[in-house]
């Protein structure tokens, strides 16, 4: 029930090319969902995040698509350039808990070939 | 504006000894939390701290323990330390107490245990 499921563990991408990683959850009481970037040696950064109102949201090249339905969330990474290579995460929470808990995808490692 | 810091950056220890790990949290953040990120486990929740007080631990031995100072940063103590413990263990800040807001991590400390 805590658990978020990632996949692919790893994803090789040629540039230009569309990434995608999805995430499934079974707590429907989740209601926020963080994806990370993480660099080798770096901490995770915020990249994006979502709410289950909507189904979609942009920013940049970067875009979550959810299905609350499924229970289904996915990061869509456009135009994918060299520099995007890093390990992403997704994370869910219950905001109206209060625990301060995100709980992490297992990551999927991006390589994107020149 | 300066992002969540955490030192040290290395820390060998051997097993039985102690270790303490410092965070500041980004000015104005309130709340601190701490993470392990084990090879293999990803991210795993360790303790959440706000204004001072615990508020939420994860399901972690009591031998990893914490506490937050009047000016926000924290400290996250382990003791009896075990091969297991090996990690990098990442400090993340937010806004305030509320776990519908954005967590944003530090680069971590690595912990190994020789």
């Known amino acids: 029930q805590q658990q978020v499921k990632q996949s692919p563990q790893s994803l090789i991408v040629q540039k230009g090319g569309i990434s995608i990683i999805n995430c499934a959850y079974e707590?429907?009481?989740?209601?926020?969902f963080p994806w990370y970037q993480q660099f080798p040696g770096k901490g995770p950064a915020l990249l994006i995040a979502?709410?289950?109102?909507?189904s979609e949201k942009k920013e940049g090249r970067f875009t979550i698509s959810f299905n609350k339905s499924a229970k289904q969330f996915s990061l869509h990474i456009m135009d994918s350039q060299p520099g995007d290579s890093a390990t992403y995460f997704c994370a869910a929470t219950r905001t109206d808990s209060n625990t301060g808990k995100l709980i992490f995808g297992q990551g999927t490692t991006l390589q994107v070939k020149p | 504006e300066a992002g969540v810091t955490q030192s040290p950056t290395h820390l060998i220890k051997t097993r039985g000894q102690q270790a303490t790990l410092r965070c500041s949290p980004i000015?104005?953040?309130?709340?601190v939390y701490w993470y392990q990120q084990a090879l293999g486990l990803g991210l795993q929740f360790l303790l959440w701290?706000?204004?001072?007080?615990?508020?939420n631990r994860g399901n972690f031995p009591p031998r990893f323990s914490g506490r937050q100072f009047p000016n926000y940063s924290s400290e996250l103590n382990v003791n009896a330390l075990e091969l297991e413990d090996s990690a990098l263990y990442l400090c993340?800040?937010?806004?305030?107490?509320?776990?519908?807001?954005?967590?944003?991590f530090g680069d971590g400390t690595r912990l190994s245990i020789l």
């Open positions: 000015s104005g953040h309130t709340s």
């Open positions: 707590n429907t009481a989740f209601d926020y």
């Open positions: 993340a800040s937010s806004l305030f107490y509320g776990s519908n807001q954005p967590q944003h």
């Open positions: 701290y706000d204004e001072g007080e615990e508020r």
């Open positions: 979502i709410r289950p109102d909507v």
